[in-house]
């Protein structure tokens, strides 16, 4: 019985072993990367394109955005972890290198020469508070554009209409077609009222950002 405990160990630790090796041996490709975008830009490549699903708001900006961060948007509507009939769709027609490739793209994209920040304009105190009640510095880091993670978003600058139904959806349970499964972010937008993700929103998107949407056509 020892034995075959032991065996079957091993096999998993091999198992284990092989599986991280292949997850870190899928490195994206930027200049690939550029060739697999033409399912994004149709939404992603227009400044102000808005999205009417469940409800009419302006797409975020991807470009600029962290890499692993985008990789695990596009692998949790793939597994449904995220909810959305369209990007589901997309993210099923993508292997594990298209999706490493175009977050590779998306990250470099557009990015210029470091410019002086623009200051960030300071919280009311109402926002202030349900800022630190959330301890949303935490890990989006300062000006929520250094988060702490790649794996986490930049925030700051993002419409607010987008963060706004982005934060909704964190509260939204049993719904087939809409909600994001997060446990973090699920505990965290469930404090607040709908108003007060509100607040929330508007201020995070006047923060300064190095996001941005790049005009992309599909023929170049």
Aim: charged content about 20%; glycine content about 8%.
């Amino acid at each position: 019985m020892n034995k075959l405990l032991l065996t079957l160990s091993s096999l998993l630790v091999a198992s284990a072993t092989a599986l991280s090796a292949h997850a870190q041996e899928v490195k994206g490709d930027a200049k690939v990367g550029e060739t697999k975008i033409a399912m994004c830009i149709g939404c992603h490549g227009i400044p102000g394109y808005q999205a009417s699903f469940p409800e009419i708001y302006r797409v975020p900006m991807i470009s600029g955005q962290n890499a692993k961060f985008i990789e695990a948007s596009l692998n949790a509507y793939k597994k449904g972890e995220r909810k959305h009939p369209t990007m589901r769709a997309i993210a099923d027609t993508m292997t594990e290198q298209d999706i490493a490739d175009v977050s590779a793209y998306y990250e470099q994209h557009g990015k210029t020469a470091a410019a002086t920040p623009k200051a960030a304009p300071a919280p009311s105190a109402k926002v202030a508070e349900l800022l630190n009640k959330g301890g949303c510095i935490a890990c989006h880091g300062a000006d929520f554009n250094k988060p702490i993670d790649p794996s986490y978003p930049k925030v700051g600058g993002q419409p607010a209409d987008y963060l706004f139904v982005a934060l909704k959806s964190y509260k939204t349970e049993g719904n087939a077609t809409w909600g994001r499964a997060n446990g973090i972010m699920g505990g965290i937008a469930k404090q607040y009222s709908n108003a007060e993700l509100k607040e929330l929103a508007g201020y995070l998107s006047s923060l300064p950002t190095e996001l941005k949407t790049v005009p992309q056509s599909r023929f170049r």
